[in-house]
């Protein structure tokens, strides 16, 4: 059952090794803080949407199981959604419509069909959460590096010196596919560095 939960972090990381979600990865994270927004509101949903599947999944004929998952999907999206206009309405607007969104997002709909409709209610909330702190560590590292370099600061604290040039191609979409590429490739090298250790053990 760790493992259900660790390999969403690393193993299998949404982002970086299954590169899935990719829509609101390079479209929301021009800034941490809306990594973190995105990635915190994708997490409930995965979660709530594979606990309740898992739960279901005996009494749901095989012919409707994807019209299942989607409406159970949108059910939580609507709560995220409304929650985060009534209470963060300044990021729910600058999330714009990626929040709804979720819906069709691959992490979701992929773990629903892939794990929870297949594994007990346990099982299902680890993957699930393993998953959704994975995709939001992802959205977390993208929108950093994009904000540092793009603005001089992280969750709009400036950490860079009065006189850095901001780099304005890092706020802009090219910004979101060069961060990207460079993550995953640092992601690989690492993993290929940690995997070689590992068969020298």
Do not use: H
């Amino acid at each position: 059952m760790i493992k259900d939960f660790v390999k969403g972090l690393w193993r299998e990381n949404p982002v970086f090794v299954q590169v899935l979600g990719m829509c609101p990865t390079l479209a929301v994270t021009t800034k941490a803080v809306f990594g973190l927004s995105m990635g915190l509101a994708t997490t409930f949903v995965v979660v709530a949407s594979g606990v309740v599947i898992s739960a279901i999944r005996k009494f749901v004929p095989e012919q409707v199981r994807i019209p299942m998952f989607t409406v159970v999907i949108a059910t939580f999206v609507t709560v995220a959604d409304y929650v985060l206009k009534a209470n963060f309405y300044q990021i729910s607007k600058a999330l714009g419509p990626y929040i709804p969104l979720i819906v069709v997002n691959c992490v979701i709909l992929g773990r629903a069909e892939a794990f929870a409709s297949k594994n007990n209610v346990s099982r299902s909330f680890l993957d699930a959460l393993g998953m959704g702190i994975g995709f939001t560590c992802a959205l977390i590292i993208l929108g950093g590096v994009r904000e540092i370099l793009g603005a001089g600061t992280i969750f709009g604290y400036r950490i860079l010196w009065e006189g850095f040039t901001n780099w304005i191609i890092m706020i802009l979409p090219a910004g979101a596919f060069i961060t990207l590429g460079l993550l995953v490739g640092a992601f690989n090298m690492i993993d290929k560095k940690v995997k070689g250790q590992r068969c020298g053990n």
